[in-house]
């Protein structure tokens, strides 16, 4: 898939209907790292409507995001779905004017920033509270990886003990 464009240039476009689609390239969601999310890939399509009112961006983005579980405190992949639709405003300020129903997204002297767009709603979309389900979550005692794939071998006791004795009696002196 297509990486998407960092930045959209609002005043260059025609009239009417754009539209991207693409992925979000590596480090592209510095905000959401500072969280202790970790992104492995995302992906979003948006368009751009230009008309006789401030430009407005309309898309949806989906991204998978490893946080830790607050349980367990083990890592856990969950999926972050977000749909939007803003209006561009040069300053920030100008989001009073629209009132509080209307999502706004800052662009520039007409720069379209698209990377930290699509973070924020990421952000947005992650869960208040990141937990396991039960089954899956066992305050870390074991490490059960997706279906079909073995526990790493460092975290059974068994193995362990199973080295060290190999270790003592496996060893020609
Ligand atoms: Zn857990």
Redo the contacts with the bound molecule.
């Keep these: 898939m297509t990486e998407l464009p960092a930045r959209i240039e609002l005043d260059r476009l025609s009239r009417g209907h754009h539209e991207w689609a693409g992925s979000l390239p590596a480090g592209a969601t510095p905000r959401l790292a500072e969280l202790g999310a970790s992104l492995g890939s995302a992906e979003a399509a948006f368009s751009v409507e230009i008309g006789e009112d401030r430009p407005r961006v309309e898309g949806t983005c989906l991204g998978r995001v490893t946080v830790r579980?607050e349980?367990?405190l083990?890592p856990?992949e969950v999926t972050v779905a977000g749909e939007f639709a803003l209006v561009t405003v040069d300053r920030i300020e100008e989001a009073d004017d629209l009132g509080p129903d209307e999502p706004v997204v800052v662009a520039s002297r007409g720069q379209l920033d698209v990377l930290p767009m699509i973070e924020d709603e990421l952000i947005l979309g992650l869960p208040v509270v990141s937990?396991?389900e039960r089954a899956d979550?066992d305050g870390g005692q074991r490490h059960f990886g997706p279906p079909g794939e073995s526990a790493p071998a460092r975290d059974n006791p068994f193995n362990v003990l199973e080295s060290l004795r190999k270790g003592e009696t496996g060893e020609d002196h």
Excluded: K, T
């Design positions: 579980c349980r367990c083990e856990m937990r396991h979550c």
